[in-house]
């Protein structure tokens, strides 16, 4: 792990149960890189990791969120209005950070918004998320594949799967690589 997070100290990691691991840092600056780069995966699944302020038994800490940045793709024009976000962030519970300031919040047609995900709950078909780990095609949720219907989906009786790979965001920020050959927004739609 301390590869892939690429820290400057160390990491020691000991087993709470089965799934659940403690991650002890050498040093607070990497706890909080590891932190801010969120979502991280393991086996392409979902590294959901929490705060432990070593008070309480660390097999009951709530890991059941997660930060992403999703996308809202295809709104009409005439959506992109003061109210048709606040509408939007509303949805989703509310937001965290958008991107940089109010005047990049719509970058070419799409909405990008960074959001606290229950993770207990299905995957919205509406939105496309930025490094979304494997998830279940069938019923949308994080925490298993297909492959736990075992046979059954593999002879088609789980059919049908409303999700997909394109709820996974072609782009990914912060600065959207690859983003060139698009569309910007030299003025925010929203500014009065
Ligand atoms: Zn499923």
């Not at 059941?64 to 793709?73: A, C, I, L, S």
């Not at 998320?129 to 046979?151: A, D, M, Q, S, W």
């Amino acid at each position: 792990m301390k590869k892939i997070w690429c820290l400057n100290d160390g990491v020691s990691i000991s087993n709470v149960d089965a799934n659940r691991f403690l991650f002890t840092f050498s040093c607070e600056s990497d706890k909080r890189q590891v932190i801010h780069g969120n979502p991280w995966t393991f086996d392409k699944a979902l590294l959901l990791l929490a705060n432990y302020d070593g008070l309480c038994n660390p097999a009951t800490v709530p890991l059941t969120t997660q930060d992403f940045w999703v996308q809202v793709h295809d709104l009409p024009v005439l959506y992109m209005n003061p109210v048709v976000r606040e509408l939007i962030v509303r949805s989703l519970g509310g937001y965290i950070e958008i991107e940089q300031s109010r005047t990049r919040l719509w970058v070419g047609s799409f909405l990008r918004i960074k959001v606290h995900l229950d993770v207990t709950k299905a995957l919205r078909l509406r939105l496309q998320y930025e490094r979304l780990p494997i998830f279940c095609y069938i019923c949308g949720l994080l925490n298993h594949t297909e492959k736990n219907y075992g046979v059954r989906a593999t002879l088609g009786e789980v059919e049908p799967r409303p999700y997909g790979s394109w709820l996974r965001a072609a782009l990914e920020g912060p600065n959207l690589q690859g983003w060139s050959g698009r569309t910007f927004f030299t003025q925010d739609p929203f500014a009065k």
